[in-house]
């Protein structure tokens, strides 16, 4: 008796969610062995995560603020990529991308909060991040319609480039250095939250930040712009196949340079929303969205309704560690990368069950096979 | 004077060669991984693995050859489970790998964190890890001028580099082993239909390399003399690698070149203020240059590489089949 | 006592999915013939030898080799059993030399490479019969070399077994010959051989003994000497059917589109159509004939605005169409569709639905920023209906659908346009022979309505029955312009090898230049000048 496997034509839904929750509960017993052998409850430390300490809590609204700021930049940044990935364009360059648009909106946030009312400044950072990371989108993607270059390693050497970009800006102290705080001796970032600030609309105590709105108006009019319009029927297409967008007619080099250029535009409006919100920058700031993101795209399969589902469990997982961590001093905040490692292993290997199916041979010379 | 400046030199060289060997580590066991076809992405965390428990069970078990021992078995763990979920399960190799990164660093931290919150082993107290991991100078050639200090008074580990990427070179282009994996790489299928076996070629081969990424990870926690705070000790050297393996264009024995060639940039940061001093007149200007851009200069360097080799697109020892999941049923 | 038979396969099952591919199938092979395995496309036929090759398992049923019975779970154990497999497409590294695209899969090959496995392989070829380059590598060699490579590889690791699939499909005339020669040769040697094919012709000419399936179904095997083709097609095909192509007699119009002079680069740079003058006429089908890869690809491109040309012209109804946008072409009612080896590549978006590929030329026609899906699902109802494609709905992804109903999409989108001239290139590439059938007679119905048609193809009979006119192209150069009921496919075997050159038959004039042409003196003029400009260019 042997087995061997074969490709699924399709997979019920529901059968999906099964092995989708299964695996991500599997992810969290093996974490909970973890915290056991380390002397920790597992049910009281993941009821601290996954509520992020919001349960009994009297600030828990100042919790669920500090969340959705880990949650719109995720959310944001995977929605923009999936746009790129539809056409099967392997921007891994979030990271990047978000550094530079960060750069780009902190410095119309530093050089015009003064002469203009906060409304245009605030305007004119989301306008600056967005062209200075879709600039540099749209660079790869003009390398690999011009020369064939390979996007997925160009967009990571770029992120490293803008990486040190951002780090050079945060180190070096100098005369043409608006970036840093001169009142300092040693080399910080200006901290201009209290002048430029997006607005908050107070439900309560809870302060909505409009970013939060925007991003699900964003998401919104992503879904309609991939399934409805024209531009999104060309994204599939050459996603599809590029042979048969050329043959239609369709100028595929452009849609794709055009596509994406629109990603990382998105991503420099979800670096210029967290610029807007947190008011000072950091040689950490992308906090990895650019990578997560990735993944997070990918987990949801390009369906932007789901990319919002995956960022906010993602978010979760993320802002929960942080809150437990404060709780269980003894848990390392490695610990939330590690079980999302985990996660993702066995979301993959689920992936493996949905896709194909194992199948044992029913009669045959297996019995006395020669080997 | 003129001695001290030849000595600001040697030192340089040296430098070149003692902080950049990981790189050589990650970048050849890179090329093991994608000559079978699979881009692992994960180097990074990979390395991160391998350093920390090759550190710690390193120092208390007080020997280096365990500690790299244990290097490579954690690493060649982190590529079985990379090989498992993508060779295996068929998942999508990118995915695996950034993730495989993060979840690596997750547990270099953990560990790290973890050992530091009992007791962190500091590499001088081990008599036998402080040793083994000294110089070791090579008599003769060590004698020639400048460069003799400068190239063959290194430890160990260096040396251990150079010839582990020579013997793979040798092993690529010239075993028949080598020849089939090379096979896997370009065409699975043809490889598998010739009764190769892919899948085990893929395993091993994954694993191995993994595993020698590991030791170059443990060689930077011996390098930073095992001192753990909040920076990781692989520091990006993982993502480097990757880009050298296209700079090498794929072949063990010019990856050594390239570990020069990045080394040099890199090596600037550190030794570009000495140079300056010793030599104003000619080098006067690179204590102007800011650090930062010796760092990212590997990354621009790989990225100018990409684009020429694909305006060339001739020669390019990047396999076929690099990226590509290989499913024998596949209709 | 040695068995009768070298191969048994006893009531095998396979399926991908919802799919059956082989079902309850038995076939024996005996020692030292060859068996040739019958079918139309899609009938398993290649399915079933992979089990053979370890590349599939069945999901059921038993396989014997020797009389033993095996289970073959990988190459591997296929080759440890003496069985060889030259697959239709080819298993070569492409990087590799000959030789070591051999040793690869040499069972002992030593540790280190030496240099001495190149004279080895030679050597080894040699005692075959055959003559190769062993540090040629695999990327430069022509189709032949690379099948004859296979062969000899197969022989190498000690196949007794040999199965070839298709092997005539890639070859010409001349070297089937040789092909099947060598096959002989190997069954003197005491080879067992399999060879599928779908061709009766080579059936009757090379085996002892014919297995038929059919829809995945084993139907039956018989002794060739003891059939004819009428029965073996009755047996493929499940009833009688009408072996002729029809080709109605419509009057002609004058030419609508003409190429002079055309030459065109390949993607390599290399010269891939050279200096090629055709027309066609309204109410004609006009066939291009050649070996796979003469440049047939890059013609159709140009003709359609995808690919840049180097010279010459192309005039449609006397406008020149030469550096054209694909849209602007499209627009003047020139139509291509390409059916490439994986016959979902070009003109369809396998994922999406029949829907969204009904509007894949026209989208951008409607106003506003949206798509009209509701137009296309329309359209799509109507070439459902009016073809007859079977599919469950039309937002089916045409990924989904078998292969004659993608094509009929394909062929329904191109015709509902309303073309006048149509371009199509392998439009029955691996379809059934009913399938087959229903696209000569969309063709016909659009010929008969006025439309010209250029008809690249692979089948010669079948070009012989259908088109009015055959080009053929060798090496991108046209070899003449024949009638189709005046010539043979011998004749057509040889200008496609470059033996025959009929370009100069009629000494009035070349092939491919119409006496009324629609080209004025001014643009031949131009022409000229393009060309000693070209030359001066060279030089």
Redesign the interface.
């Known amino acids: 008796m042997?087995f061997?496997?074969?490709?699924?034509?399709s997979c019920p839904f529901w059968k999906k969610l099964c092995l989708y929750l299964a695996a991500v509960a599997a992810a969290l017993v093996l974490g909970g062995l973890l915290l056991l052998v380390?002397g920790v409850d597992p049910i009281a430390y993941y009821q601290r995560m996954f509520t992020m300490g919001m349960v009994g809590n009297k600030i828990a609204y100042k919790t669920f603020e500090n969340y959705l700021k880990v949650f719109v930049p995720l959310v944001l940044t995977s929605v923009a990529l999936s746009l790129a990935f539809k056409m099967r364009f392997?921007n891994?360059g979030g990271e990047g991308q978000f550094i530079l648009g960060a750069v780009a909106a902190a410095a119309v946030a530093l050089k015009l909060k003064d002469s203009l009312p906060q409304g245009v400044v605030l305007i004119l950072m989301c306008l600056a991040g967005m062209a200075a990371a879709g600039v540099y989108g749209a660079l790869a993607a003009v390398?690999k319609v011009k020369?064939?270059?390979?996007e997925?390693?160009?967009t990571?050497?770029?992120?490293?480039?803008a990486?040190?970009?951002l780090?050079?800006l945060g180190?070096?102290q100098a005369e043409w250095n608006f970036f840093l705080d001169t009142s300092s001796a040693r080399p910080v970032f200006f901290n201009f939250g209290k002048e430029v600030a997006f607005p908050r609309i107070m439900i309560g105590k809870f302060g909505l930040n409009v970013c939060v709105l925007l991003t699900l108006l964003i998401g919104v009019l992503v879904y309609c712009y991939l399934k409805?319009?024209?531009?999104?029927?060309e994204i599939?297409?050459v996603g599809?196949?590029a042979?048969?967008?050329?043959?239609?007619?369709m100028k595929v080099n452009a849609i794709v340079l055009r596509t994406v250029f629109l990603s990382a535009c998105l991503i420099g409006l979800a670096a210029a929303f967290k610029v807007g919100t947190v008011g000072i920058l950091s040689t950490s700031f992308t906090d990895?969205v650019g990578?997560?993101g990735?993944?997070v795209a990918?987990l949801a399969q390009l369906n932007t309704g789901i990319i919002f589902v995956v960022s906010a469990l993602i978010s979760m997982l993320q802002h929960g560690s942080t809150v437990a961590a404060a709780t269980f001093a003894?848990v390392?905040s490695?610990?939330?990368?590690?079980?999302?490692?985990?996660i993702?292993?066995l979301v993959?290997?689920a992936?493996?069950f949905i896709?194909?199916q194992v199948?044992r041979?029913?009669?045959?010379?297996?019995?006395?096979?020669?080997? | 004077m003129e001695m001290d400046k030849l000595g600001v030199v040697t030192t340089f060289i040296h430098n070149i060669v003692v902080y950049n060997i990981p790189l050589l580590y990650g970048t050849v066991g890179e090329i093991m991984v994608e000559k079978s076809g699979s881009?692992n992405?994960g180097v990074e965390g990979i390395m991160a693995v391998g350093a920390i428990f090759g550190y710690i069970v390193g120092c208390y078990a007080n020997s280096l050859g365990i500690g790299i021992l244990t290097a490579f078995l954690m690493g060649a763990l982190c590529g079985l489970?990379f090989a498992a979920?993508t060779v295996s399960?068929?998942?999508?190799q990118?995915?695996?790998g950034?993730?495989?990164?993060?979840?690596?660093?997750?547990?270099?931290?953990?560990v790290g964190?973890?050992v530091k919150?009992v007791s962190w082993p500091v590499m001088n107290d081990y008599e036998n890890i402080k040793n083994g991991f000294a110089d070791l100078t090579i008599p003769g050639l060590s004698q020639i001028p400048v460069l003799g200090r400068g190239l063959f008074d290194h430890n160990i580990m260096v040396y251990l580099g150079v010839v582990i990427a020579l013997v793979m070179w040798w092993y690529l282009s010239r075993s028949a082993p080598g020849l089939r994996l090379r096979a896997v790489g370009e065409n699975p299928g043809a490889a598998d239909s010739v009764g190769v076996n892919v899948k085990r070629y893929k395993y091993i081969h994954i694993c191995v390399g993994c595993g020698i990424m590991g030791i170059g990870g443990y060689y930077m926690g011996l390098n930073m003399s095992g001192s753990f705070n909040s920076s990781c000790w692989i520091n990006?050297y993982g993502?480097i690698a990757?880009?050298l393996v296209?700079f090498a264009n794929w072949n063990p024995a010019l990856a050594v070149l390239g570990t020069f060639v990045f080394g040099f940039f890199n090596t600037l940061r550190v030794s570009g203020s000495s140079l300056a001093a010793a030599f104003p007149e000619g080098l006067g200007w690179l204590a102007a240059v800011?650090t930062?851009?010796y760092?990212?200069l590997p990354?621009?360097i790989?990225?100018i590489v990409?684009?020429v080799s694909?305006?060339r697109?001739k020669g390019s020892g990047q396999p076929a089949a690099l990226?590509l999941n290989y499913?024998r049923?596949?209709r | 006592m040695a068995a009768e038979y070298a191969i048994e396969m006893r009531g095998i099952t396979k399926t991908?999915?919802?799919v059956v591919a082989n079902k309850d199938v038995n076939l024996t092979l005996r020692k030292g013939e060859i068996l040739a395995l019958l079918g139309e496309n899609g009938s398993g036929k290649t399915t079933l030898m992979n089990m053979l090759s370890g590349i599939y398992?069945?999901?059921?049923?038993?396989?014997?080799v020797d009389g033993?019975?095996?289970?073959i779970?990988s190459p591997q154990?296929a080759k440890?059993?003496g069985i060889g497999m030259v697959h239709q497409h080819f298993k070569l590294v492409d990087v590799f030399t000959a030789a070591d695209n051999i040793w690869m899969g040499r069972e002992k090959p030593g540790f280190d490479l030496k240099r001495g496995r190149y004279d080895e392989i030679r050597e080894m070829a040699q005692r075959f019969g055959f003559e190769i380059d062993p540090r040629k590598k695999a990327a430069n060699m022509a189709v032949s070399e690379k099948q004859t490579l296979e062969i000899i590889k197969v022989l190498y690791y000690g196949a007794k077994v040999i199965i070839l699939d298709e092997p005539t499909a890639v070859l010409t005339v001349q070297e089937i010959d040789k092909l099947f020669s060598v096959l002989r040769r190997m069954k003197e040697d005491g080879h067992s051989i399999i060879i599928i094919t779908h061709k009766l012709n080579e059936v009757m000419d090379i085996s002892d003994r014919v297995a038929i399936l059919r829809k995945g179904e084993y139907i039956t095997t018989v002794n060739t000497a003891e059939t004819n083709e009428q029965a073996l097609t009755e047996w493929m095909v499940g009833r009688k059917i009408d072996l002729n192509i029809d080709r109605p007699v419509v009057e002609k119009t004058r030419p609508l589109l003409e190429i002079r002079d055309l030459t065109i680069k390949n993607d390599e740079g290399a010269v891939a159509i050279d200096k090629v003058s055709f027309y066609i006429r309204g109410g004609e089908i006009l066939g291009v004939a050649g070996i796979a890869g003469c440049g047939q690809k890059e013609l159709c491109e140009a003709i359609?605005g995808?690919r840049p040309i180097q010279s010459g012209l192309m005039i449609h109804k006397g406008d020149n169409i030469v550096g054209l946008?694909?849209?602007t072409i499209?627009e003047k009612g020139i139509s291509?569709s390409?059916i490439?080896e994986d016959r979902?590549?070009?003109?369809?978006?396998?994922?999406?639905s029949i829907t969204?590929n009904m509007?894949?030329?026209n989208?951008?026609e409607t106003k506003g920023?949206?798509?009209d899906r509701k137009a296309g699902r329309a359209a799509a109802q109507q070439v459902i209906e009016q073809l007859g494609v079977v599919t469950p709905s039309t937002e089916t992804p045409v990924r989904r659908l078998s292969g004659g109903n993608v094509q009929k999409v394909l062929l329904g989108r191109e015709i509902k346009a309303g073309p006048n001239v149509i371009v199509t290139a392998y439009p029955v590439r691996g379809l059934d022979i009913n399938s087959s059938y229903a696209i000569y007679n969309i063709l016909n119905q659009q010929k008969k309505d006025g439309v010209g048609i250029l008809f690249v193809g692979e089948d010669l009979d079948v070009m012989l029955a259908l088109c009015d006119k055959i080009m053929v192209l060798c090496h991108g150069k046209v070899m003449g312009v024949v009638h189709a009921h005046k010539t043979s496919k011998e004749e057509l075997g040889l200008m496609m090898t470059g033996a025959l050159d009929l370009t100069y038959k009629y000494e009035d004039k070349p092939a491919g230049i119409a006496r009324d042409t629609n080209i004025s003196a001014q643009e031949l003029q131009e022409l000229e000048q393009q060309e000693s400009g070209s030359q001066e260019g060279e030089d």
């Open positions: 042997h061997h496997i074969v490709k699924r034509d380390m392997w891994i390398l020369f064939g270059t390979n997925t390693l160009m990571l050497m770029l992120n490293y480039v990486l040190y970009f780090i050079f180190e070096t409805y319009s024209k531009h999104g029927y599939a297409v599809d196949s042979g048969t967008a050329h043959y239609a007619g990895d990578w997560t990735v993944i990918w003894q390392d490695s610990f939330a990368d590690m079980l999302q490692g985990a993702l292993f993959l290997a992936d493996f896709r194909f199948v041979a029913q009669k045959g010379g297996s019995v006395n096979g020669n080997g | 881009l992405l489970l979920l399960l068929q998942a999508n990118n995915i695996t950034l993730t495989l990164t993060t979840f690596g660093l997750g547990v270099y931290f953990f964190n973890g919150a990006g993502w990757v880009a296209i800011p930062q851009l760092q990212a990354f621009l790989t990225a990409l684009v694909s305006i697109q990226g499913f049923e596949e | 991908f999915g919802s398992q069945p999901d059921s049923g038993e396989i014997l033993t019975p095996v289970s779970r154990e440890t059993l359609a995808l946008p694909p849209k499209l291509m390409f490439p979902l590549g070009m003109g369809l978006a396998p994922s999406m969204d509007i894949l030329k989208y951008g920023p949206f798509v």
